[in-house]
């Protein structure tokens, strides 16, 4: 089950969270892992697995935040092959988000237009439409670096 209650309003949930994001924030690496991991840790037992793989990809955000680039890939690459492997369609396009985030990088702007494209669309597809307006705004990120023109057109 992806959600087995709502537990965002949940003291311990708040307190793990809290502790996550201010070691996120400062860009502590020993802090950050340890708390992320016990959140997660916290997430599995609550069998709520959408909050979980949105702190695997805190992770792989931290990780480029930090210029670990190629650790970023890797953790993307292994939640996108957990994904599949569980069936998990509803939640991979975490995975390929993260991707697009890390080809854009990289300088493949093709590669992550065409991840945010892959995004909006099963967005699309498994209701997430709340969460779609962002992807939009990284393609048109993309598209910044590359043809300004198109990226207001984009806007448009």
């Known amino acids: 089950m992806l959600h087995a209650r709502d ?9 793990l969270r809290d502790t996550m ?3 996120f924030n400062m860009g502590d690496s020993a802090r950050f892992f340890t708390a992320v991991t016990r959140l997660e840790d916290y997430l599995l037992e609550q069998d709520d697995l959408h909050l ?5 990809c805190n992770e792989i955000v931290f990780l480029m935040n930090t210029q670990k680039i190629f650790e970023a890939y890797k953790k993307a690459q292994a939640l996108s092959k957990e994904l ?3 069936g998990l369609d ?4 975490m995975a390929i988000n993260m991707m697009g985030h890390i080809n854009r990088y990289c300088g493949n702007h093709e590669a992550a237009k065409k991840a945010f494209n892959e995004v909006i669309r099963l967005m699309e597809k498994y ?8 992807i939009y705004m990284n393609i048109v990120n993309v598209e910044l670096d590359d043809s300004p023109e198109e990226a207001l057109e984009l806007m448009d």
């Open 7 to 15: 537990i965002k309003n949940e003291p311990k949930f708040l307190a």
């Open 21 to 23: 994001s201010n070691a």
């Open 52 to 56: 979980y793989y949105t702190q695997r």
């Open 84 to 86: 599949r492997e569980r």
């Open 90 to 93: 509803t939640e991979l396009y």
């Open 127 to 134: 209701g997430y439409y709340e969460s779609i307006p962002p």
